[in-house]
């Protein structure tokens, strides 16, 4: 069984950075991508960035394109989100989460779990 367990969120000002950190377990063979989702109150969760377990390959939405890099520590077990030049739009609870591929991933289909999420603030 998969889990998920994100951190280091927290209240910015426009410009910052932070750096999400996302620890799995349970993770198997057949779960090769993993990625990053976000929701803001009012709205639907949205994509931001994926990574592929094994070869790396990275995916981003247009909105973390050039600010956002996803990266991982495959013997920690861990997803990372590095987030710069913060924006207030970029408000939202944060979400990791691990799937077969990352077509599944990004229309969330087969998502073996979600974390927790992690709150993200930046204020203007």
């Known amino acids: 069984q998969v889990q998920l367990v994100e951190s280091g969120g927290g209240l910015v000002q426009t410009g910052a950075s932070l750096r999400l950190s996302c620890a799995a377990s349970g993770l198997t063979s057949n779960r090769l991508a993993m990625g990053w989702f976000r929701q803001a109150p009012g709205k639907e969760r949205e994509f931001v960035a994926s990574i592929t377990w094994y070869s790396n390959n990275a995916l981003y939405a247009n909105s973390a394109e050039g600010r956002f890099t996803i990266s991982k520590d495959s013997a920690k077990n861990t997803l990372y989100l590095q987030m710069n030049n913060l924006k207030p739009e970029d408000t939202a609870v944060y979400y990791c989460?691990?799937?077969?591929?990352?077509?599944?991933?990004?229309?969330?289909?087969?998502?073996?779990?979600w974390g927790q999420g992690t709150q993200v603030t930046v204020s203007s």
């Open positions: 989460a691990a799937a077969p591929n990352t077509a599944k991933l990004v229309a969330r289909t087969s998502i073996d779990a």
